[in-house]
């Protein structure tokens, strides 16, 4: 068939450059286990080394592991090997959350079971937690409790003590008939009129109420720590996305707020705007007539150059801008932002001929007085991510190459191929290291993966009106692997619904069962993060009815469950941690603390 000949094209091509990846390893260490010219020897070497054997996290464990691990245990059950291990899993079900990497949570049980049986194992429950507060964990029984995909799940209880908390649903964000109306794309000129981002007003002003409740939280939530408490930070705070794609609404509003977060974007170093200025320096420097570029790197920080400077460069005759800003200059008439622009640019030029890429923009930091300029444009809320990702970007040019690439042309069209990459591949936004924020830490934002096993005292779940999963790719694979089973029993790609066939929709249908428990661990998560404030917010549909199986929706039933009411403000919420009513939901309540004019 045309996979298998792609599969067997794609192991020679790897043969040829000796290169495996990471599944390979895997399926080459269970062909070593399982090979009885190898076996005898390798269990001899295992026995003597290992005589205890802990494996965390084992919910997250793909079915090709869990071999690995049979192969080795199971010679033991047959006598072929010395003294058996210590074995000890540890995991949760619940928190299976990676099915996308082939994660298998039945295994948890059939490995339970082998363990039992053959090794005398004991299960041992934990359904107590010392990281929510009560009411969190009321919240928590009242939603899983009830989902009949959830099995499994067993009543939780709190360690926390008294340790006061509260869930909050705010209301859902609706859009006026004509808020909708204006949000269609209307006919322009694209000769005298820009094209504007296309931007959901829904999504604006859930992140606008996001910043103003945030603002109200510090004001007046206390946070317990050891044995007393304190005024909340913003480092307290954790925002929880499904997917990155969403996150530039809520980072304008928290912008706009003021208020310091941290949202180090996989793969988004090189669309920052930072980095946008450094490429459109380089650009210059490869070709001075791109007025547009010059343009750009006239009006960031490193110049700042105003619009009375530019057009009285604009005014300076025909030409292209560069050498209208040399006559400038040497008739003595250029302004002194303008003079001083020159004198650096024309040494860059010169220096852009004979320097590595990442010697020059190392000079650019040196002679622009790079990071104090940047410093001093920045509101101070945003400075620490600016600087880490400048400095990165430093970083990045030594990596390539070694920082000796060829040529800066050539340069820059690698920055352009990086740029466009996908974010495994793209460079990372810097890592702001420290508090550099008078102790108030900085909002985290993430997405529910990535904020697996960490905590915060206020949690705050975004977007969480949408229903999961999305549109799947055009293609992908279908496995039937089932935990017992030591290979898969059915494997084949599927595309659009239409072509999937009759025969495969009981495995289709098993695969739906699978991902709406996933999508419900996704949830147990989230909510499980905070130690004592969680809050949802979203959007309404455009149309019709929400999603019945959406996170808020599941929620808003548990919190019904549990008797809460909506206040004046349609904000429902449950525990013992009492707030005031949510104050300054609307766009305007935000305080305005934008960047600066020039940049």
Not at 520 to 549: C, I, M, W
């Amino acid at each position: 068939s045309l996979g298998a000949a792609f599969l067997e094209r794609l192991e020679k091509h790897k043969q040829a450059r000796r290169l495996i990846d990471f599944v390979d390893a895997e399926w080459q260490v269970l062909q070593l286990l399982q090979d009885e010219g190898h076996a005898a020897f390798l269990q001899a070497r295992l026995d003597a080394r290992y005589k205890h054997i802990l494996v965390d996290e084992f919910q997250d464990t793909n079915p090709l592991q869990w071999q690995i691990l049979l192969a080795w245990l199971d010679a033991y059950t047959h006598g072929d090997g010395g003294e058996a291990p210590c074995v000890f899993l540890v995991g949760d079900p619940k928190q299976s959350i990676y099915r996308f990497r082939q994660a298998e949570p039945r295994l948890f049980a059939t490995a339970a079971d082998f363990l039992e049986h053959n090794f005398g194992a004991r299960r041992l429950a934990q359904d107590a937690t010392r990281r929510n507060a009560r009411s969190v964990v009321e919240v928590v029984n009242a939603l899983f409790s009830v989902e009949p995909a959830f099995t499994g799940f067993r009543p939780q209880s709190s360690l926390a003590g008294e340790l006061p908390g509260r869930v909050e649903l705010l209301p859902l964000v609706s859009l006026a008939e004509e808020e909708e109306q204006s949000a269609g794309a209307a006919l322009r000129d694209p000769l005298t009129t820009p094209a504007t981002e296309a931007r959901d007003p829904r999504r604006d002003e859930e992140a606008a109420r996001l910043a103003a409740r945030l603002q109200q939280l510090m004001a007046t939530l206390r946070v317990k720590e050891g044995e007393g408490e304190r005024p909340a930070r913003w480092g307290d705070v954790m925002l929880l996305v499904r997917k990155r794609t969403q996150l530039a609404a809520y980072e304008r509003a928290l912008k706009a707020a003021g208020i310091p977060y941290l949202a180090a974007s996989r793969g988004g170093l090189l669309q920052t705007l930072e980095a946008r200025d450094i490429a459109a320096l380089f650009e210059f420097l490869v070709l001075p007539s791109a007025d547009l570029a010059l343009a750009q790197v006239l009006r960031t920080p490193l110049f700042a150059v105003g619009d009375d400077d530019l057009l009285q460069l604009a005014a300076a005759g025909p030409g292209p801008w560069w050498e209208r800003l040399m006559g400038l200059c040497n008739r003595g008439e250029a302004r002194p932002r303008l003079a001083r622009a020159f004198a650096l640019l024309d040494g860059w030029l010169k220096a852009a001929d004979v320097l590595p890429a990442h010697d020059l923009l190392d000079r650019v930091f040196h002679q622009g007085e790079l990071l104090a300029r940047y410093r001093e444009a920045v509101p101070a809320a945003l400075w620490p991510g600016v600087e880490a990702n400048l400095l990165a970007l430093l970083q990045l040019l030594l990596d390539l190459d070694g920082g000796r690439y060829p040529s800066l042309p050539r340069f820059i069209d690698e920055l352009s191929r990086l740029r466009d990459a996908d974010a495994d591949e793209a460079p990372d936004e810097g890592i702001v290291e420290g508090d550099s924020n008078d102790g108030q830490g900085r909002v985290r934002i993430l997405t529910i993966h990535a904020a697996k096993g960490l905590e915060a005292p206020i949690v705050w779940l975004l977007d969480a009106n949408a229903e999961g999963g999305g549109p799947a790719d055009a293609w992908s694979l279908l496995v039937d692997w089932p935990p017992q089973a030591p290979r898969p029993e059915h494997l084949s790609l599927y595309g659009i619904k239409a072509d999937r066939g009759a025969a495969r929709e009981p495995l289709f249908e098993g695969e739906a069962k699978l991902a709406e428990r996933e999508e419900l661990n996704l949830l147990y998560v989230a909510v499980t993060r905070a130690k004592q404030v969680f809050v949802a917010s979203g959007s309404a549909p455009k149309k019709g009815d929400s999603p019945e199986h959406s996170p808020y929706q599941r929620l808003a039933r548990a919190l019904a469950a549990l008797g809460a009411t909506a206040d004046e403000a349609g904000t429902l919420a449950y525990g013992d941690l009492a707030l005031d009513a949510m104050a300054g939901s609307q766009a305007g309540s935000q305080s305005s603390l934008g960047l600066p004019e020039q940049w």
